[in-house]
């Protein structure tokens, strides 16, 4: 038959060992069931502020020889002290899905050799890269502010001496 099985899960069975990890290696090399990984942003299920994903399963798939990763958990609206998926950012998740599209630090569709090169570890950042490069530290800047920082607070240590000499208390050497 062609089931077909959608489940909300914590991100921790993507990736723990023992026996999540024999279950995932039997619905990924014995079944091929799995077909698709969707990170959830934290925080968007009343009671719950952990992270979660969607597992799409399907008996019959048409792409048996990969699956797609989206990493939707960076796309959500902040209300208040929940974060909400917009309609717009419902439909990314779907169009992604339904056209199986490569997006740099979004969706990556993996073959079966990667995630069995991975051990049928199927955290998303393995196969999704969200690194962003940070800008370069000026050390030149850094260090002259430093010293403008230590000359600025011996100005105020001679003034507090001053103050204190003025009121007669000692100042240590």
Sequence with gaps: MN??????LPHGVLFRGAAEG???????EDRNYLDAVIGL?????????????ILVFKKHRENHSNILFIDASQHFEKVKT???????????VIDTY??????????YVAT??????????????????TFEEEEPVDLKAVADELR???SEMLEIDEKIKGFCEELGIDTPK
């Design 22 to 28: 024999h279950i995932r290696r039997y619905l990924i």
């Design 41 to 53: 942003p934290s925080n968007i299920f009343y009671g719950t502020s952990i992270p979660t994903c």
């Design 98 to 107: 339904k056209n199986r599209k490569f997006e740099d630090k979004y969706a």
């Design 148 to 150: 403008k920082v230590d």
């Design 3 to 8: 089931g077909a099985m959608s489940i909300v």
């Design 112 to 129: 079966m050799d990667e995630i069995k090169e991975n051990d049928y570890n199927l955290n998303i950042p393995r196969y999704v890269d």
């Design 82 to 92: 929940q974060n909400v998926l917009k309609p717009e950012h419902i439909y990314k």
